[in-house]
């Protein structure tokens, strides 16, 4: 663990980068995060990203299937907008832990 | 974990020559787990595999209720293989196996390769198990990109920081 500042604030984070409380997140620390992924958040990221947070901190574990479930966007939209390995990149962007499930 | 991450693992070919559902399940899960980790994701199925991307069958995989050592009763005990001969009962074993994948929301093989093709995966078939089975590329999900030989199936998997894993 150790801190960082994000958007003029310093938070904690994990060794991969994840905030280690969510009650930290910002929009700003969002956009900074995304930054470091090469992503530039559009109100879509926005959209997904309160999503992965709302659904999280209500304790229910994220899989690439729930978001393509989700109404916002399809599983393949989802790639598209956090290339490569969008639900670790979105949960990271989100302030949420790293994911844990296997499907 | 220092040589790991020197060393990622770019890109994976997975083989399915099985029909089993817990072959079939095995070669997706970790088809699907390395596209959500932005892997470079190939599956190649083969002989009874290609029943997992058969349409006709896909739907209706089963496990093996006779010689399976794994197989337990309900309650732990170890299942008698005289008794998986008996007609009805294998499809009952599958029939709970699916159900209790079902509880615990594991998509289904149509899902899976869904799952697998809209991240970036290609789902490819063995040329010669297709003749040798009389099918042709209109009897496959739409998912499965092309039929292929082995020598292609070399020429997908090369490149640095690749794997292949055969189920």
Redesign the interface.
Known sequence: MSEKVYAGKSVTVTEDGYLTDPNQWTKDIAVEIAREEGITLSPKHFEVIEFIRDKTLKGEVM???TI?KSGII???GF?ELF??????KASRIAGVSKPTS?? | MAGTIDHPIKKVLIICAKANIEDVYAALVMANGAVMEGIETKMFFTFFGLDAITKKSMKKLHTSAVGNPGLKMPGGLPFPTLLGILPGVEAGVSAMMKSQMEKLDIPTVEEFLELITAGGGEIYACKLAVDMFGLKKEDFSEHVKDIITVGQLYELAAGEGSQIIFT
């Open positions: 899989t690439i299937r393509g399809d599983t393949k790639y290339p490569g390995a969008p639900l670790k296997c499907v």
